[in-house]
């Protein structure tokens, strides 16, 4: 039973350009979240989706924008990238109704 | 605005101790806890969860505790291992369900 997975698992990008990170789900899972983690500090929460809608939205600027497909996957996108966008961004999904989630591994994203 | 706390920030042990690792929240009314665990570079791993009627949660050496008055849950790893040797992450889940909110974590290190 394949868990979240996340892609690409490294990337570097040049200020002021946009990326776009990719996840899918663990089988059975609807719902999909993305997280932030900077170095050194616990995982922020930038937004979760449901039924393809942006159901909640942390303290992050508009730069950074969802997408869920019908299958369930995700993407996050980030545009005018900052080197402060620097960070490993999760994937966590979770099923409604259920209790727990499940994070892939992440992605390493480095601004230069 | 829920904060969780995490103390200590690091603990450094000898194999075979028991040892015990803080959590503390501002708001207690949450959805449920969930401890995970981080090795360098990757993503998290759930330990335990504990829904908001639960009191504590086993798995193995871990025992995890809920008090959510006092806004406090503990993890406690019975004879540490240097395999256990990671960073453990705790979060609470808001009252929608909807996102987690992680503490900054300790950062464990068990030498044999």
């Known amino acids: 039973d394949a868990g979240v997975t996340q892609s690409p698992t490294h990337l570097i990008k040049t200020r002021g350009q946009q990326v776009t990170l990719r996840c899918s ?32 939205r942390g303290n992050f600027p508009d730069r950074f924008s969802g997408h869920q497909f019908p299958n369930y996957s995700s993407e996050l996108n980030v545009n005018a990238l900052l080197l402060g966008d620097s960070a490993l961004y999760l994937c966590a999904s979770s099923a409604q109704g259920a209790y727990g989630y499940t994070f892939g591994s992440g992605t390493r994203l480095t601004v230069v | 605005k829920q904060e969780v706390t995490q103390i200590p920030a690091a603990l450094s042990v000898p194999e075979g101790e028991n040892l015990v690792l803080n959590c503390s929240f501002t708001d207690s ?33 871990l025992n995890a505790s809920l008090d959510k008055s006092s806004g406090r849950s503990t993890l406690y790893i019975a004879a540490s291992q240097p395999g256990d040797s990671a960073t453990y992450l705790c979060a609470v889940v808001n009252q929608a369900g909807t996102a987690l909110i992680f503490g900054k974590g300790t950062t464990l290190s068990v030498s044999s």
């Open chain 1, 25 to 56: 789900p663990k089988s059975g899972h609807d719902t999909v979240s993305w997280y932030q983690q900077a170095l050194g500090q616990g995982p922020q929460f930038i937004f979760q989706y449901y039924e393809e809608e942006e159901r909640q």
């Open chain 2, 29 to 61: 009314a949450i959805y449920n806890l969930q401890w995970f665990r981080q090795d360098p570079g990757k993503g998290l791993t759930s330990l335990l969860l504990i829904q908001s009627s639960q009191r504590e949660q086993t798995s193995g050496r």
